[in-house]
């Protein structure tokens, strides 16, 4: 006996609803989807993908693309540490929060990029790429700075940030302040997906009183 139209189509519908899809943001997302996937189908080895953290620096204290040294390094330990000190807010195991420099050619001298452990190979690569804990802390630390973004326009809203992270944040806000420098922070997390956090001098004021 032949199943009706009407019922085929529902038995459609409810395989393909069954059926895990990751959702796809950007080119680079995909990119890396389909170069773990191609990996695994001819039996490469797994490509192992990187969180990156990229600190775009503006603003008067930037003499066309020349950062003083000084500063790099202030903001780099600073931010570090509000990396680190928010892992372990979350309980995320030492050490695994941890950022590092690698040698990057890029346009500019005004952006330095820092990135995170690779990636481990996930047994379900070519399907979910998965975070790893210093994503987990980028998460929390970015909704601390879009709370400081929306505290600008309304202070009432901004939430008490203490311990650790408090002092980094403190730090990391008084260099760009006495520098006249604006800070943007770009993160890709391993599956290629980004967000993108703003650390505007009018921000800054805000953690700094945080």
């Not at 038995?11 to 393909?16: P, V």
């Not at 210093?134 to 311990?163: C, K, M, T, W, Y």
């Amino acid at each position: 006996m032949d199943i009706p139209r009407e019922d085929r189509l529902d038995q459609l519908e409810a395989a393909f609803e069954a059926i895990e899809i990751t959702p796809v943001g950007s080119p680079e997302e995909l990119t890396r989807a389909e170069q773990a996937r191609a990996a695994r189908h001819f039996g490469f080895a797994q490509p192992q993908f990187r969180t990156s953290v990229r600190l775009h620096f503006s603003g008067e204290g930037v003499q066309e693309h020349d950062l003083k040294g000084t500063l790099a390094g202030s903001v780099i330990a600073s931010f570090t540490g509000a990396v680190v000190a928010t892992g372990a807010q979350l309980h995320l195991p030492p050490g695994s929060t941890e950022l590092f420099l690698s040698p990057v050619v890029t346009a500019g001298s005004t952006v330095l990029e820092m990135f995170g452990a690779p990636a481990a190979p996930a047994e379900r690569l070519d399907v979910e790429i998965d975070d790893t804990p210093v994503d987990h802390a980028l998460g929390r630390l970015f909704a601390v700075l879009e709370n400081a973004n929306q505290a600008v326009a309304n202070p009432s809203v901004i939430e008490p940030i203490d311990g650790p992270l408090g002092k980094r944040l403190f730090s990391l806000a008084k260099h760009l302040l006495d520098n006249n420098v604006d800070l943007d922070v770009h993160w890709t997390r391993p599956r290629g997906s980004t967000a993108t956090a703003g650390l505007s001098r009018s921000v800054a004021h805000v953690l700094r009183n945080a």
